[in-house]
C-alpha cells in the first residue's frame, strides 16, 4: 500500500469498467429504432404515433410481445403449466450468502480453481509469492466459457477448455489497496504485476476424467495448454496483411501476440475451441497521433479506456506508439486443441467487435452458422455463414472453414420478420464512397459497416445459443438502461431496461443459414411481482424463478434451454446470479426455475453439458467482487477484508473463481 492517493487507479472493477461503462463506443449512428420506423409507417397511413403506435407494434409480432406490451405481469395465456415443464427438480431458494448451493439431490464440486496446477511440473499456487512464469503454469483468472471436447467420444473423458476473461487486481494481489472514504484504491502496477495480469488472462485447456464417480485433472495430459496475452497467434481471413494491421514488431500485419478479454465461446463441429475477443478497449491507453485516421474507427469502440496500466510497461499498447495495434483485438480466436504447440488463429472473416460468443450449428446443406453477438449498448447481433461445408469423417478438411463465409447482421423488423444483411465490400453502401476500400476495411470496422446497413440496435447482445433440437435460435440480451422512450422498438421493448430479455429466432425453412426468419420475445425478464418492470414469466414461476440479465446460456441435447447470469445482487433483485432452467415449449413456455446459485460478488459463466447430460460445468466470475450490496459488509471487498473467502474458506487463501462441476448423486441427467 502507498500514500499516494492520486496516483491511484479509482474504481477497479473490471465488470463495471468494460461492461457497465458507457463508453465512447456507444452507436451513435442515426439508424432508425423500430418505434420510429413504425411511426412513420403509421403516420404515411394516416394513424396514430406515440402509445397507439407502439401498442400497434406489438400486434404485429406475436403473442409473446403482445402480453408485454404495458402489462405488468403477462403470463402465457395464463395457462403454463408446472406439470408441462421439461424441468422437475426441486429449485433453490434464491437469496445471497458467501457460498454457491446446488438442488437438492446434487453434487456440486470445484473441480478448478484460480492457480490450480495444470502440468505435471507446475508450482503449487502462493497468492503471497505469484509470478508469471508461475501463473502461466496455473488455471488463469476470471474463468467464463467453458467447452467440453470428449476424448474417444466419451462423456467422462475429455478436454475441458475455460476463457479467462480479465482480472481483478483488488481481489488477487496481497498489500496493493487502500481504502479512502468507502473506495478503494489500487496501487499503480509494475512490470511484474502487468506480467502476472497477463498471465493470468486468455484461456486453459485441459485434461479431465471421471473416476470413480469424480471428476478430476488430468496433470499429465499431453494436450494441457495455457494461452494467454503473451501467445503468438496468427491473423488469418480477409483481414490478414491488411495495412491498418501492420505495427512496428509485425511488419506482415499477420502475426499478434497474444488475445485479451476472452468473454464467451464456442467449440466447432471438427472440435476446435473459438475464444471471443470482447473488451479489449479497456487494454490500450495514450492519445493517437495527430491526424491519425483510425480516430473515428476507434472512437466506435471505444479506444482506448485506459482501464488497465499494461501500455505503461509494453510500447504496444499505448496509442501514441503503436497506433495499429487495437485493429489487431476484437476477433474470434480458434485454437487446434489437438496439437498444444499449434499457433492460435485470429479468424478476421467473423468480424471484428467486442464477441461475446461463437456458437455453431451445421445447416442443412454442410455450411457451418456461428452465431455472434456484440455486448453493447445498441449494438447488434451477427452470423456469419462459411463458403465451404463440415466434413465429419476429415478434420484436416475443416481446419480453415472460417477463413471464408459471408458475415451478417441482423435486422428485426417490427411484423416479426428476421432479415440478416450481409456485411459484403462492393455491395450496399460498403464502398469506397463511405470509406471501405477493401472486405478488410468492412470486417476491421464491422461495426460501421452494420451501421450502414441499418441494423437493429440491441439491448446489449450477449450468448446467442442456436437449438439444433427445435430448430431455434435464443438470444440474451442482458439490459440497456440508457435505451429512452422514444427508442423503444419491437425487439427492445422496454425503455430503461435493467433486466434485459431474451429473443427466439426461428430461421426460414428451419435453415440456420437461411438470409431470413421470424423472431419473437421468448421472456422479458426481472421481478414480475413488480407491476412496474414488466416481466414476462409464466405464473407458474416461483419467487426464486425468475432472474435478470440473462448472459451466458446452454443447451442440453435433450434441447432444453439453461440461462446463466450477470448483474443480480441484493440491491436490486435480491439474488446472486445463478443458473435457471427455462422452458420454451408448450404450456409450461417462460416458466424459468432457479438451479444453481454463485457466491457473493460472482457472475455465472459458462454452463454447458456433457453429451449424456449427466454432467454440467459452471463458472463463477469474480466471486467477491464489489462487496459493498451484501448487508454484513457494507463496505469494499478486497485482498484484506473480503465478503467471501469461497471456495477453500482458509484464512491465508483469497478468494478464487472457479470452475464447478454437478452431477445428480444417483447419477442421472441433469435437471430431469
Ligand atoms: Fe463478458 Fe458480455 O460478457
Ligand atoms: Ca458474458
Ligand atoms: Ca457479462
Redesign the pocket.
Known sequence: MTDDLSAHQESPFRTSLL?EADGAGSNPTLNPTMGELISIRFSRRGLLRGALAVSAIAATVGPVALMSAGKAQAASDGAGSASDSAFSFVEVEAGVDETHHVAEGYDAEVLLRWGDPLFADSPEFDPTNQTAEAQRRQFGYNN?YVGFIPLDGSSEHGLLVVNH?YTNEHLMFPGIVSVAEGKLKVAPADKARVDIEMAAHGGTVVEIRKVAGTWQVVREGKLNRRITATTPMQITGPAAGSERLKTAEDATGTRVIGTLNN??GGVTPWGTYVMAE??FHGYFLGTLPEGNKEAANYKRYGVPEASYEWGNVYDRFDLAKEPNEPNRFGWIVEVDVNDPNSVPKKRTALGRFKH?GAESIVAKDGRVVFYLGD?ERFDYVYKFVTSGTFNPNDRAANMDLLDSGTLYVAKFDADGALEWLPLVFGQGSLTAANGFDSQADVLIETRRAADLLGATKMDRP?DVQPNGVNGKVYVML?NNTRRKDDQVDAANPRAKNAFGHIIEIAEADGDFAATNGRWEVLLKCGDPSVAAVGATFSTDTTRNGWFGMP?NCAVDSAGRLWVST?GNNPKDTGRTDGLWAVDTEGGARATSKLFFRVPVGAEMCGPLFTPDDRTAFVAVQHPGDGGTDWAPFGRPSYYEDLSTRWPDFKDDMPVRPAVVVITKKDGGTIGS
Do not use: H
Request: aromatic residues 0%; hydrophobic residues 10%; contains cysteine.
Open positions: 461492461e467464463d476473461e468473454c464467451a470482447e473488451n461475446e455486448d450477449e442482458t448472459d450477470d
